[in-house]
């Protein structure tokens, strides 16, 4: 068992790709407060996305440091990966938006795959090509047995395409099919990091997890998008029938995943992580209009409408094209290999994500600019 394990040292160099969005700024907390003796380097571009605000409670933490540049320029890459004696890559930085990617692929192929190559070669360059250069242990090219080095790749379960209401989760065997061009750009930098370890030997795991939800996460997507709606008495913009089904994991639980995957995961392998928690778009907004007609009771602005519950701003709107059905993972591998097991219930993550955005809605001001109204009216303006 485990033969192709990593062998990262106690103190590791890592750097987090798209730090500052959502994930990426949830995974730097969660490894500062574990292993505050770590050094990490975040890379971000500060797209739309990500904000430095989601890394204001590390900023001064003496292992940390922003790099605001490009996953793209690759002399920034070598030079950081050189500089800072990298021995681990967490790569989250993408275009993560579906509907963006309905509007405009071409950042997604840009940011997603092209600039998912760029790290790659760079980490070729410094890791495999000439060692040295960080200071640490060459992993056995073409079939490393174990390194000191890891490429570890944040990917989705959108890769796997639709499942019918009856069929079995996503395995890591499943066969690719992604239906957007996000999920397509997705699949496609999977396959590049897939390629590096056969070809050069990179020593590389994958991830592939199911929607996240929790703190910092961006306006533009379901959740906080409900709550924000809710709090200001807008309607809330459900696609179709809203009988689409996501399972749906809290943001720290991905994370730890993360973390066992870096230290026990197999090199070579990929392994999906799920909340075990297949919800309807209906039930996902009911949760949200039940936690906040608790918490906070509908403002006066919005008492035309016929009952007192946030649930009654529901609106059907046209559907998201080729919107994938259900998504469900198996995460059967990581469990049994790795041992992992989520935390929190969906009860308790959503009510820890609300009450996150009733405190902080300073933040929410911040992220909404004029580019985020912009993209709502684009995007909502053909209402079905
Ligand atoms: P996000 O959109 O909130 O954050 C992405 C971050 O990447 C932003 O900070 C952005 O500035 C940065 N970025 C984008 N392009 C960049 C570039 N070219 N160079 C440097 N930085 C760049 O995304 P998220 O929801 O946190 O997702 C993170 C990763 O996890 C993505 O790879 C996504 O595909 C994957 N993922 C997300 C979910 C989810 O539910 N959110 C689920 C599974 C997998
Ligand atoms: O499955 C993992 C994926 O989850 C990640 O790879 C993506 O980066 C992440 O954005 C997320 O994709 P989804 O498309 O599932 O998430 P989103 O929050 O956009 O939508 C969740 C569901 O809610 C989906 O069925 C579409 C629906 N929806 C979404 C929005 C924004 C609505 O009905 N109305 C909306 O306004």
Request: glycine share 8%.
């Amino acid at each position: 068992m485990n033969t192709q394990s990593s062998d990262l040292s106690p103190h590791n160099s890592l750097l987090i790709t798209g730090g500052a969005g959502f994930i990426g700024a949830n995974f730097v907390h969660y490894w500062i407060k574990n292993y505050p003796d770590d050094r990490i380097v975040v890379l971000d571009a500060l797209t739309y996305a990500g904000s430095k605000a989601n890394l204001a409670p590390v900023e001064s933490h003496p292992g940390f440091r922003f790099v605001h540049g490009d996953i793209r320029d690759y002399d920034l890459v070598v030079n950081l990966l050189g500089d800072e004696h990298i021995d681990t890559i967490v790569h989250f930085a993408a275009e993560s938006h579906v509907d963006r990617s309905i509007h405009g692929p071409d950042a997604f192929v840009d940011s997603n795959i092209i600039g998912t190559h760029t790290l790659l070669k760079a980490a070729k360059t410094l890791w495999l090509d000439s060692p040295s250069s960080t200071s640490r242990t060459k992993s056995s090219a073409l079939s490393p047995q174990s390194s000191s080095y890891r490429f570890h790749h944040i990917s989705t379960d959108e890769v796997y395409g639709s499942l019918g209401l009856n069929d079995p989760g996503f395995s890591e065997t499943t066969a690719y099919a992604p239906n957007s061009p996000y999920a397509a750009s997705k699949a496609g930098s999977d396959f590049l990091v897939r390629a590096y370890y056969k070809t050069y030997g990179l020593p590389m795991t994958i991830s592939n997890c199911s929607n996240n939800y929790g703190p910092y996460q961006h306006p533009e997507k379901l959740i906080p998008l409900l709550i924000l709606n809710c709090l200001e008495g807008k309607p809330l913009p459900i696609y179709g029938d809203g009988l689409n089904i996501r399972d749906w994991l809290y943001v720290e639980d991905h994370c730890q995943g993360i973390d066992m995957i870096l230290k026990k995961g197999r090199l070579g392998e990929t392994y999906n992580v799920g909340g075990n928690c297949e919800k309807t778009n209906l039930e996902v907004v009911n949760t949200v209009c039940a936690i906040l007609d608790k918490l906070k009771s509908l403002s006066p602005q919005s008492s035309a409408l016929s009952t007192q519950s946030y649930s009654s701003l529901l609106t059907h709107i046209k559907d998201r094209p080729g919107h994938d059905r259900r998504y469900a993972i198996d995460a059967s591998k990581i469990t049994s290999e790795l041992d992992y097991a989520p935390q929190e219930s969906f009860e308790t993550g959503m009510r820890k994500t609300v009450e996150w955005y009733l405190d902080n809605l300073d933040w929410c001001k911040n992220v909404i600019g004029e580019e985020y109204n912009k993209w709502i009216e684009q995007n909502y303006t053909q209402a079905g």
